[in-house]
């Protein structure tokens, strides 16, 4: 059973960053997506991120481009996301996540992950 588990999440300024982390256990090479979705109350969950597990691509939502990144450790089954320039919409609690597809759907919203954590809390003030 995959096991998933957010931290780094709080709050911060308009502009400020933050650094999410995930350690992921029970990892296995049928998972070819993991990544981050986000949801803010009242709205849907959003793909914000993803890597692929089997060439380290990465793929963005246009509303994160450029000011997020993701990375992985393989050794060490860890996942983050660095997020910079922050803006009061991204305001949400955010999820780590493993599917058994490919990253496009993921952040294009085709299909949901097979897996996530409890989410993390992330807040940023005007």
């Known amino acids: 059973q995959l096991q998933l588990a957010e931290s780094g999440g709080g709050l911060v300024t308009t502009g400020g960053s933050l650094r999410l982390s995930c350690t992921i256990s029970?990892?296995?090479?049928?998972?070819?997506?993991i990544g981050w979705f986000r949801q803010a109350p009242g709205q849907e969950r959003e793909g914000v991120s993803c890597?692929?597990?089997?060439?380290?691509?990465?793929y963005y939502a246009d509303s994160v481009k450029g000011r997020f990144t993701i990375s992985r450790d393989s050794a060490k089954n860890t996942l983050s996301l660095q997020m910079d320039s922050l803006k009061p919409e991204d305001t949400a609690v955010y999820y780590c996540?493993?599917?058994?597809?490919?990253?496009?759907?993921?952040?294009?919203?085709?299909?949901?992950?097979?897996?996530w954590g409890h989410g993390t809390q992330v807040t940023v003030s005007s």
């Open positions: 996540a493993a599917g058994l597809y490919y990253c496009p759907g993921y952040i294009g919203g085709v299909y949901p992950y097979n897996y």
């Open positions: 029970g990892f296995t090479a049928d998972y070819y997506g």
């Open positions: 890597i692929s597990t089997t060439d380290g691509t990465t």
